[in-house]
């Protein structure tokens, strides 16, 4: 159940800020390159050939971030599976004294879990750094063409501070994109998982050609059966 709970709960909120995040995002990041190449479409061209590096690194760090959270998932599943089994069957582990095997198990099933976040975690950091990185390459490489123009008399020292700012608010979408790669794999991760539970075979199934009985009425009559035989069938019980 805590398994379904959370990937469900990393579902839902995918789906709820992930389409409105990434329009806003899509929306703010066009109108700001708009304004920007009317302010200077020199400088606009300098921010589009950095821009593609920036959206190759995120898109890059996402294929990671997809297998890194979907092996902390497992992890995290196994640990509660584990958890569950060893809490509910208490008795059955003490009556067979398996209280050291079952922490032996735990404390495997922990470290693996552990191993798998760190390394989800680590691939975050990588996104969230090379991602700010290229950004502070745009402001620097916008400011030092941008101070050209302005020596050449190309661009006022007015539109270049414009142009500045316009650049930090093309901040804000990039980093609302990687906010949304960040929660894109977990709600991946948590729906992949999902529906793998849903393809599952249960273990309990009928047999072939079984009588399909839409609903029965009155009481269970044993016809042809003998005392012997319900007694057999009472002690195997």
């Known amino acids: 159940?805590?398994?379904?709970?959370?990937?469900?709960?990393?579902?839902?909120?995918?789906?709820?800020h992930g389409p409105e995040d990434a329009f806003i995002a899509v929306m703010t990041f066009l109108g700001a390159f708009c304004i920007m190449f009317m302010v200077n479409a020199k400088l606009a061209f300098v921010t589009l050939i950095i821009v593609p590096f920036l959206v190759?690194?995120?898109?890059?760090?996402?294929?990671?971030?997809?297998?890194?959270?979907?092996?902390?998932?497992?992890?995290?599943?196994?640990?509660n599976a584990r958890v569950e089994d060893s809490v509910a069957g208490v008795r059955v582990v003490q009556s067979f004294t398996n209280e050291n095997y079952e922490i032996t198990q735990f404390q495997k099933n922990n470290k693996r879990f552990r191993k798998a976040k760190l390394l989800a975690y680590k691939t975050m950091a990588l996104t969230n750094s090379s991602t700010y990185m290229m950004s502070r390459l745009i402001v620097l490489a916008v400011l030092v063409y941008g101070a050209?123009?302005?020596?050449?008399?190309?661009?006022?020292?007015?539109?270049?501070?414009?142009?500045?700012?316009?650049?930090?608010?093309?901040?804000?979408?990039?980093?609302?994109?990687?906010?949304?790669?960040?929660?894109?794999?977990?709600?991946?991760?948590?729906?992949?998982r999902f529906t793998e539970l849903l393809d599952r075979t249960p273990?309990?199934?009928?047999?072939?050609?079984?009588?399909?009985?839409?609903?029965?009425?009155?009481?269970?009559?044993?016809?042809?059966?003998?005392?012997?035989?319900?007694?057999?069938?009472?002690?195997?019980?």
């Open 56 to 79: 190759w690194i995120i898109t890059y760090c996402n294929m990671k971030m997809n297998e890194a959270w979907g092996k902390m998932y497992g992890e995290i599943a196994e640990v």
């Open 148 to 192: 050209w123009l302005v020596y050449s008399g190309e661009l006022k020292y007015g539109e270049l501070v414009g142009f500045v700012l316009y650049v930090n608010v093309l901040f804000k979408p990039i980093d609302k994109i990687s906010a949304i790669m960040e929660l894109y794999p977990k709600g991946m991760a948590g729906f992949k």
């Open 1 to 16: 159940m805590s398994r379904i709970t959370n990937d469900l709960f990393d579902i839902g909120e995918l789906a709820h």
């Open 203 to 237: 273990d309990v199934r009928d047999r072939e050609n079984a009588v399909e009985v839409p609903a029965l009425n009155g009481n269970i009559v044993f016809n042809n059966v003998s005392s012997a035989s319900l007694i057999r069938a009472a002690s195997l019980c």
